[in-house]
T-cell receptor, first 113, second 114 residues
Framework: KQEVTQIPAALSVPEGENLVLNCSFT??????LQWFRQDPGKGLTSLLLIQSSQREQTSGRLNASLDKSSGRSTLYIAASQPGDSATYLCAVSFNNAGNMLTFGGGTRLMVKP | NAGVTQTPKFRVLKTGQSMTLLCAQD?????MYWYRQDPGMGLRLIHY???????AKGEVPDGYNVSRLKKQNFLLGLESAAPSQTSVYFCASSYGGPGANVLTFGAGSRLTVL
């Protein structure tokens, strides 16, 4: 079974720190990998989508990288702010999974003022 | 610009009751999805649709039915609710398949089955 894993499940950092969230997946045959943000009691908001042919994507203070051969992606958040506190989920579109995205369990981030 | 709207936001059912969750999108998206989110399980796909009049099973379809009579609406039905269906349900839509397209999510519907 293809799986997506996010470690750690929770992370607490002081404001201003640069941080890295990790996502690993079990099959390198993917179409893309997406990072989402989820605020408590809310839906998911797409942050970045990396196609299988790409190595990284950037949006503001966020940078996501993809290493298919090792089955890993990282989400780098620069100069973290309390407003970045949320749960971050990664999701993978595997080649043989049709129209299904496989989600990781998420990392719950708290940025302390 | 509403995006994806889910109704109702909260619902409490007794075991054996039936209900329908409604998802509406105003972005002219072809693909629509229903996910459930449970603690420690992440999001799992229940059913999806690749266009008006089509539906397909996802990872956890048992106990649910869906319909896509209009392009903008995707309905999720529970015919006989069970406590195991207590969850937060999310609808999402995309222009094309998830292999190349970003998904837009609704705010979620929290269902409790007693």
């Amino acid at each position: 079974k293809q799986e997506v894993t996010q470690i750690p499940a929770a992370l607490s950092v002081p404001e201003g720190e640069n941080l890295v969230l990790n996502c690993s997946f079990t099959d390198s045959a993917i179409y893309n990998l997406q990072w989402f943000r989820q605020d408590p009691g809310k839906g998911l908001t797409s942050l970045l989508l990396i196609q299988s042919s790409q190595r990284e994507q950037t949006s503001g203070r966020l940078n996501a990288s993809l290493d298919k051969s090792s089955g890993r992606s990282t989400l780098y958040i620069a100069a973290s702010q309390p407003g970045d506190s949320a749960t971050y989920l990664c999701a993978v579109s595997f080649n043989n999974a049709g129209n299904m995205l496989t989600f990781g369990g998420g990392t719950r981030l708290m940025v302390k003022p | 610009n509403a995006g994806v709207t889910q109704t109702p936001k909260f619902r409490v059912l007794k075991t054996g009751q039936s209900m329908t969750l409604l998802c509406a999108q105003d972005m002219n998206h072809e693909y629509m999805y229903w996910y459930r989110q449970d603690p420690g399980m992440g999001l799992r796909l229940i059913h999806y649709s690749v266009g008006e009049g089509t539906t397909a099973k996802g990872e956890v379809p048992d106990g649910y039915n869906v319909s896509r009579l209009k392009k903008q609406n995707f309905l999720l039905g529970l015919e006989s609710a069970a406590p195991s269906q207590t969850s937060v349900y999310f609808c999402a839509s995309s222009y094309g398949g998830p292999g190349a397209n970003v998904l837009t999510f609704g705010a979620g519907s929290r269902l409790t089955v007693l």
